[in-house]
């Protein structure tokens, strides 16, 4: 009962939260407990249309991506049918390996899983050279259009305490940061919006 006080509390205090939400979990972390994600993307909507409800469209989060990192890649992890289930509640589109999904509609959440930002330069790089680009050609909006991931994270929030991996190292730059000490498992929607109070409150300067 507590906890549910605080989440108003937090939750009606919310004017703006990020648009470009990203998360970056493990994998030890994802098959710890492997139904969170939907907690997660489920909590994420509710705030989302709660702060579109009292503040209008242009409030709301307009897309989610959770990036699952992993030493040694599987071709088909075990947690994948759990992530299909996204599909029944927004778009989602799922990278694993060479595979990508697409399926579902609504708010578009990409799950990543083991694919990093070296990774999703080089196969930009690649498809650049396959279609004979010319060199004179490439600057970073060039490059930018090959990306697998085209927007720019708002806010990206790691959990576990650990240090960041590579993913989206071209597209986060300029993002907000923020650490969780806790595990996927222990995450509650309360963390969230804690998350979110905290990214209202910073002044965004984009490198300046």
Partial sequence: MLYRFYEWWIARNLERIPRYLC????????RDDPGKINQVVDWCLSISSDVVRHYGNDSGIISITIHI?????????PYLNVIRT???KAHLILHYGKTTE??????PIAVAVGKSGREEIIDAIRKMADEHTDPQ??????????LTFQHQPDFVIKTGGSHLVDFLIWQSVYSELFFLDLNWRELRKVDILRSFRDFQSRIRRFGA
């Fill in 137 to 146: 050609d490439i600057d970073e909006k060039k490059l930018e259009e090959y």
């Fill in 23 to 30: 998360f970056m979990i493990s994998d030890e972390e994802m």
């Fill in 102 to 107: 697409d399926s579902g509609s609504g708010i």
């Fill in 86 to 88: 996204i599909s029944s």
């Fill in 69 to 77: 990192s992993t030493r040694d890649p599987e071709p088909n992890p």
